[in-house]
């Protein structure tokens, strides 16, 4: 009686035992079924990104800088060599194809494998203004190359030669309203970034003032400094060393926020002057082709350089700063800035020279 009794205790555990373990078994399994689908929809996308990386560390790479040596386009483009190096293991060397406003250059990108291995570094008016000012523009942007990310800004200033007696935006406009188209102001030519500012600074200022065109930045900026010529927009980087010695003078810098290079110098915007946002910036293109995971990791590996605390020392000495984008997002940047320069080159019947 005892052991009847017994194994009917038995029995009941066991028959209550039971639906409590069969639902723990579908609640592993169910789980285990959801960390299967979980690692199968993301295998793909971690395969995707191993082949890019695989595919990167395949062979040497080649940085294309379309101008000389010593200016910003080469800094970012030593930068970028120097970081894909030591990435991937790989030689990087940066190729200087210099001539025709950075034709050349662009070019040789254009006609280039679309595998990751070379790469433009090219500057915002060889992109968002030439198709536009350039009746004969030999490339077609948005077939010929594939934007991988923004790589760096710098601001650009208004400066004025210290005897012109300008010293601010103010002064400026007063003296244009005095005698109307003739102030001057110089450029490196007609329908570079900096003479499309003057362009853009006449119009929201309502003012009328003569532009003179040089070869350059080089001889528009000695002019300047020499008196030969009052006005002239720049990218800070050019002028900052003459602004410290007093041999120029900051009117104003053409971006939203002050520089952090040079936080002296109020903005354009600070002074009464709206609608004059105009950032020299320098961005990394490869050829048409190019497999999108490898822009995507491209435009990752290019974000982590320029993050680097070495790096952004670098080029806070050129007044850059770093300004990485995903590359759905400077496409869309580019889009955005061609159309504004459009509309100003051909409101004002600008065409080059």
Do not use: C
């Amino acid at each position: 009686l005892f052991r009847s009794r017994a194994q009917g205790r038995l029995h009941h555990r066991k028959e209550m035992t039971h639906p409590t373990t069969d639902m723990q078994r579908r609640f592993s399994l169910s789980v285990l079924f959801a960390a299967v689908a979980a690692f199968t929809l993301a295998a793909p996308v971690h395969a995707q990104q191993s082949e890019a990386q695989k595919q990167l560390s395949s062979e040497r790479f080649t940085i294309i800088s379309p101008f000389p040596p010593g200016g910003p386009v080469d800094t970012l483009a030593r930068v970028l060599s120097d970081g894909l190096a030591k990435r991937y293991g790989q030689a990087a060397v940066v190729d200087n194809q210099v001539g025709a406003a950075g034709n050349i250059g662009m070019d040789k990108v254009k006609r280039a494998k679309g595998d990751g291995h070379t790469l433009l570094v090219i500057p915002a008016g060889n992109v968002t203004i030439n198709p536009t000012l350039m009746p004969n523009f030999p490339f077609d942007m948005a077939k010929d190359f594939v934007p991988v990310t923004m790589l760096a800004k710098a601001p650009n200033v208004l400066v004025a030669s210290p005897e012109s007696g300008i010293r601010n935006a103010k002064d400026l406009v007063a003296q244009a309203k005095a005698k109307p188209g003739t102030l001057s102001y110089a450029s490196p030519g007609v329908g570079s970034g900096l003479h499309l500012a003057g362009e853009l600074f006449k119009q929201q200022a309502g003012i009328d003032m003569l532009h003179v065109p040089y070869k350059g930045t080089a001889p528009a900026l000695n002019d300047v400094l020499g008196g030969t010529v009052p006005l002239m927009f720049s990218n800070l980087p050019a002028t900052l060393p003459f602004l410290k010695n007093g041999k120029l003078v900051a009117i104003g810098v053409t971006e939203a926020k002050r520089s952090a290079a040079a936080p002296d110098i109020p903005t354009l915007a600070e002074q009464g002057i709206q609608g004059v946002t105009v950032t020299s910036w320098y961005g990394l293109m490869a050829p048409r082709g190019t497999p999108p995971a490898v822009v995507e990791q491209l435009a990752k590996d290019a974000a982590e350089m320029l993050s680097q605390p070495e790096v952004r020392e670098r080029l806070k000495l050129q007044g850059m700063t770093d300004a990485a984008m995903k590359p759905a997002e400077f496409a869309a940047y580019i889009r955005d800035e061609t159309a504004v320069w459009a509309k100003i080159i051909k409101a004002r019947n600008i065409v080059a020279e």
